[in-house]
């Protein structure tokens, strides 16, 4: 009878120690499928949050663009509803210092940035760093002029165009 006690208490000790070995794998194994799936989630919402701030960029670009390319154009076909309407669309969302000199190259006031340096520094802004890009690289169309006897366009840019290479 003290060999079958002795059985039985061996046996449910083995038991318990399976179980528990059993019971901690488990846990253990949920554990760390919730960690790849927090670790999996975690990189796509960093993802989704750099294709929003990209969209966000892409259209405060287009803002911009747009408001400038309205302002310069000649021959007195401003729309000046759109051109107040993107104005003040640019001044909600710049920054100070660049509202400021917005405001001077709208307005033109003595010493304002060019058309140029303005859309590189709105660039910078938007890229959050300077990629070496500059001012004389922006290429700009001018219009042609409706009263001369000779229609043709200018472009005015500083930029060096490089050659496309051979295949």
Known sequence: MDTFATFLIAFASSISTVSIIGFVAYILR???????KASIKHEY???????????????KSEIVAELL????RKNGNLD????????????IWLPKD???????FLSPKPGAND????????????QDED?????????????????????TSQV????EVKPKPYK
């Open 30 to 36: 949920s554990w760390i499928i919730e960690r790849l």
């Open 131 to 151: 990629d070496g890009f500059q001012p004389q690289d922006v290429i700009v169309f001018n219009e042609p002029d409706l009263h001369s006897t000779v229609n």
């Open 80 to 91: 000046y509803y759109e051109l107040n309407k993107l104005s003040f669309q640019a001044f």
């Open 69 to 72: 390319a309205q302002l310069i």
């Open 115 to 126: 058309l140029r340096a303005l859309i590189k520094d709105i660039r910078t802004y938007l």
């Open 156 to 159: 005015t840019s500083n930029a």
């Open 98 to 104: 660049l509202s400021e000199k917005l405001s001077n």
């Open 45 to 59: 919402d960093l993802k989704m949050l750099e294709v929003q701030r990209q969209k966000e960029i892409r259209l």
